[in-house]
């Protein structure tokens, strides 16, 4: 309750608890009347005039000014702590579908979402408002209100509504007591971790000033002793007497700079707040994970999912192949599918690996390991072998210096650097089909007598023999031309 909003929204509901709505005067000031337990602090006025707005009601007198620090606000707060202003409410469900709310909460990347097995129960919660006071040269005054779930101690996101005087309940429908120093224990542990930067900003900056303040007095003192005892003959009793101020002003200095933090609990307010659960699921191709979610009546809206692998609040979760689920950050998705897994995944099982040429995150779909290396390949950086059937890296991969195809480098001999098929080639039969359809096409080789030929899985070579110069012919598994070429004879 650090805003001006907030502070005339806890005057505002003091005055109307304890005396009286504030009666509007003239624009921005109101009249109050004032309760049995503050009137003394106002010599005994019955009521005041106070406003919010520095600026309003001009030049009238008698206007109190409430804002943080302000004499009317410290009693207002003072006494509030003081009776034990406790309250109990309740808020219901609302109307609006639990579908809605967990679809705005929960948005995955990845997956369909469904809701299932809902459930709605009336949950006693405590709500705790706090001033807190930070000191050391200068004064931090902090309004924070901590909303506790009684039954687990878990801090809930505060909303305006928790706050409305027509939410009150007879004083007899009060929730039961007996948990409400754990949820007071735990209010002080989240009071503490939200005050925690602030603090720490204050000490360590009133720190600094402490010590240029101690070094400025100390260089000004010692260099006026030693002035006294250098230039006067009976300068002792006058140098002890800067040496007591110096402490003196040490200890001012101490005392100025002290770090002081203060926290009063102002008032307590049991909530009866509906809370709804359901099972959401999220579903896609590669797996599907049910958890449990929840959210309140006074905020309508389910918390981020924290990552299954960092732990931070994930707002657009991903369904990873594994199950898990993770925040953006800690997945890493297939170059080439929507195939995603999570760190977790990563590191156990290896479920995405880099392409060990391009880098490109390839799933066990997409990769192929060379046989020779044994690392890891994208489909664009493969390549079969057509003669042996080995999948190998670029790295491992040469070209036939005959047929010029490529093969690993297993099945290319030097020196000549020519493929096993090459290597292979047999004798034709006249009546070959491949040899027939060659003559046919090509009306040079028509009249070829001589021919050999070999085959692998993607091509086949064929050699039509010459008196000087031999013709060679490749062809694809469809019977297409891939290359021709004249050789030399041997």
């Not at 921005?28 to 520095?54: C, H, K, Q, T």
């Not at 066990?364 to 020779?372: G, R």
């Amino acid at each position: 309750m650090t805003e001006a909003g907030e502070v005339e929204a806890f005057v505002r509901r003091y005055f109307e608890r304890h005396a009286g709505p504030l009666q509007e005067e003239e624009p921005g000031v109101y009249r109050v009347s004032l309760p049995e337990s503050l009137r003394s602090a106002f010599d005994g006025a019955d009521s005041i005039r106070i406003a919010f707005d520095p600026g309003a009601g001009g030049s009238s007198a008698q206007i109190d000014l409430v804002a943080v620090g302000s004499y009317v606000l410290d009693h207002i707060v003072e006494d509030a702590a003081r009776s034990g202003w406790h309250t109990v409410a309740r808020i219901e469900a609302s109307t609006t579908p639990p579908a809605d709310v967990v679809a705005r909460g929960l948005r995955p990347r990845n997956a369909a979402v469904s809701v299932s097995s809902l459930t709605t129960e009336s949950v006693p919660h405590l709500l705790f408002n706090f001033r807190v006071r930070l000191s050391t040269d200068v004064r931090v005054d902090r309004f924070e209100s901590i909303f506790v779930d009684a039954r687990t101690g878990k801090e809930r996101r505060v909303a305006d509504s928790l706050f409305s005087e027509g939410l009150s309940l007879p004083e007899d429908r009060a929730v039961d007591g007996a948990g409400i120093v754990d949820a007071y224990r735990a209010a002080c542990r989240a009071l503490e971790a939200r005050t925690e930067s602030a603090a720490r900003t204050l000490r360590e900056e009133a720190e600094d000033l402490r010590k240029a303040e101690v070094e400025r007095v100390t260089m000004y003192f010692d260099r006026s002793v030693t002035e006294v005892l250098d230039t006067r003959a009976d300068g002792r009793g006058e140098a002890r007497a800067l040496e007591k101020e110096r402490e003196r002003r040490l200890a001012e200095a101490e005392e100025k700079y002290r770090f002081v933090g203060e926290a009063e609990l102002c008032n307590v307010r049991t909530v009866l707040l509906d809370v709804t659960r359901a099972d959401v699921t999220l579903e896609h191709r590669g797996a599907r994970r049910t958890i449990p979610r929840e959210f309140d009546a006074a905020n309508l809206e389910v918390p981020p999912y924290p990552c299954e692998v960092c732990g931070t609040p994930a707002a657009e979760p991903v369904l990873c192949f594994g199950g898990h689920i993770a925040g953006p950050e800690c997945v890493t998705g297939c170059g080439f599918c929507d195939r995603v897994h999570c760190r977790t995944c990563i590191a156990a099982e290896g479920a995405i690996a880099p392409c060990a040429t391009c880098k490109r995150s390839v799933c066990p779909d997409h990769a192929e390991v060379c046989a020779l290396s044994r690392r890891p390949h994208c489909p664009d950086h493969i390549h079969a072998c057509a003669i042996c059937g080995r999948t190998v890296g670029p790295a491992y991969v040469a070209r036939c210096g005959s047929c010029e195809q490529s093969y690993c480098v297993v099945c290319i001999a030097p020196p000549a650097e020519r493929c096993l098929t090459c290597r292979s080639l047999q004798p034709a039969l006249p009546d070959d089909p491949a040899v027939s359809a060659m003559r046919t096409r090509i009306p040079a080789l028509a009249k070829a007598t001589k021919w050999r030929r070999a085959s692998n899985r993607r091509v086949t070579v064929l050699l039509a023999k010459g008196l000087v110069w031999n013709q060679l012919v490749v062809t694809d598994s469809s019977g297409a031309v891939v290359l021709q070429k004249k050789v030399l004879g041997a």
